[in-house]
């Protein structure tokens, strides 16, 4: 019953301005093939083999009842629309009401779905910048959040420990917790609330191997901080700072992934819309290509060469582009290639397919391109912040072994009865402080870039590291600064 009523608090945060980038690339595709001259029945019957998910099965549902039970498919796409969603604003409930009434009205298909991508690209466009309107307001949320967490811990232990009202440790144990899990809530509604903007297309056997590498990575991270800890030969900070420094591996392979990969998508839209002028043209599809590599399209040149060579050699074009899917990674370059491979077998007008991925590409690059904005921003942000709060923290615990240092610990009197804080606990604290704000720190820098998650192992393992050597610096430099001006003057009663 708990897990049910947190599926339901999840789907209430995860609506509203929902983004389904897949609902585009799937009305497109039913576009692009419509200008092949295809009637309604093959139509469904190639929409049903496509594989964009929820909308590819309400297909093939409306072609199992229209065509395989002789419902007719104007009346199974009005039964199955009302099936799929509850919403009466669902896209592809509405998309399954208007076919019903198109086919029944016998009108023209292909106008019918350029409207309708029309359409689907203009509420892309506004819900993508309206959560990105919404990112900015999340941001500035976290930034006042995670400054204020930092004094909130600090004020509640000193006060506990100069008032003397309870165990110092044991409210500055429920403070950090307790604002951490504070965070950690709030960053996981960002996760729900925003999308994931996908970009790798890999397979199996490249994730398997990055798993083994993010599994080394942790072993030796946790290695090197249970080394360093247990031979007490540098103190914990920095000991876990530098145990992060092996998380950077794997975060630094999948940033440069990231990186190329982001770089084909500057190139893909003008190939794409080259190819299909071409091919409009001269209508064999080796000509075309060898009339494409004529001009250079970067760093994706060399799967243009050998999209061309494969089809030379009499290699089926669907495969050969699937091939080109793979070699470059791109998810955003495979769902452009899906629509163009199929286009080409239900003989559509190529002209205005290149011009259909090659807008959507070009649109979806723009809007991305504005949030990697945003979140180059945040992440600066963040990160300054990361060292001033954990600088904080450093001075604080060199504050608290200074206070119980004095009169071996005795600092109550008439006036005040002080309950300082254990050194050994702040010690041990420390390092957990640490970790607990790197990681959810890291998650929120990511939620808010979107693209490949496996680069958050590079952003905890920054955080980590510098968040490290900066308690460490600061317990170095202030406590020697406090210990030789502050704590040299008399204390009047000690």
């Known amino acids: 019953m708990i897990l049910n009523k947190l599926t339901n608090v999840k789907k209430i945060i995860s ?6 980038e897949n609902f585009v690339y799937f009305v497109a595709f039913l576009y692009s093939i419509s200008t ?19 909308y590819s099965t ?26 799929v969603s509850d919403n009466n604003d669902d896209p592809l409930k509405l998309l399954l009401v208007k076919l019903s009434q198109v086919i029944k009205l016998g009108d023209d298909l292909k106008s019918f779905l350029k409207d309708e991508l029309k359409n689907s690209i203009q509420t892309y466009s506004i819900k993508y910048e309206a959560n990105l309107e919404s990112q900015k307001l999340f941001s500035e949320m976290f930034y006042t959040l995670m400054s204020t967490s930092a004094f909130m811990i600090s004020a509640n232990s000193i006060m506990s420990m100069l008032m003397g009202f309870g165990d110092a440790g044991q409210i500055m144990m429920v403070s950090m917790f307790g604002i951490g899990a504070g965070m950690a809530v709030f960053v996981m509604m960002m996760f729900f609330m925003f999308p994931r903007d996908k970009l790798a297309h890999t397979d199996k056997t490249i994730e398997k191997k ?32 530098l145990g992060g420094i092996p998380l950077l591996y794997p975060g630094i392979i999948a940033k440069k992934s990231e990186s190329k990969i982001t770089s084909y998508l500057e190139w893909y839209p003008t190939f794409i819309l080259h190819f299909g002028q071409l091919y409009a043209t001269v209508g064999a599809m080796g000509q075309a290509l060898e009339a494409v590599i004529r001009t250079n399209f970067g760093p994706i040149q060399i799967f243009i060469i050998s999209l061309k060579n494969r089809i030379k050699n009499r290699i089926d074009q669907i495969h050969a582009f699937e091939l ?6 791109n998810h955003i370059i495979a769902n452009g290639n899906a629509i163009v491979s199929e286009s080409l077998n239900k003989g559509a007008d190529m ?43 450093g001075l604080m615990n060199k504050l608290t072994e200074m206070f119980n240092g004095l009169s071996e610990g005795d600092l109550s009197n008439a006036a005040f009865e002080l309950s300082p804080i254990d050194p050994a606990l702040m010690d041990a604290l420390m390092p957990i402080l640490l970790i607990m704000t790197s990681i959810i720190s890291g998650f ?14 590079f952003h905890v393992g920054i955080l980590i590291v510098i ?20 704590f040299t003057a008399p204390v009047p009663g000690i």
């Open 15 to 20: 609506t509203g301005n929902k983004v389904d």
């Open 351 to 393: 002209n205005i397919v290149g011009n259909v991925v090659s807008d959507i590409t070009k649109k979806i690059n723009e809007l991305r391109g504005k949030r990697a904005q945003n979140a180059s921003t945040f992440q600066l942000v963040i990160l300054i912040l990361h060292v001033l709060s954990l600088s904080i923290f």
């Open 324 to 329: 080109f899917s793979i070699e470059t990674e």
């Open 444 to 457: 929120a820098i990511k939620i808010i870039e979107g693209g490949i998650y496996k680069t958050v192992f």
């Open 58 to 83: 309400a297909f093939k549902d409306t072609y199992r009842l229209g065509v395989g039970w002789s419902f007719g498919l104007a009346s199974a796409c009005e039964m199955i629309g009302k099936t």
């Open 36 to 54: 092949g001259e295809i009637g309604a029945v093959d139509l469904f019957k190639t929409g049903k083999n496509s594989k964009y998910g929820k």
């Open 210 to 241: 990055f798993r083994m590498k993010i599994y080394l990575a942790l072993g030796a991270s946790i290695g090197i901080s249970s080394v360093l800890l247990i031979s007490n030969m540098i103190p914990s900070v920095l000991a876990v700072g």
């Open 467 to 486: 968040g490290g050597i900066s308690m460490y610096a600061i317990n170095i430099f202030m406590g020697d600064f406090m210990d030789s001006i502050i």
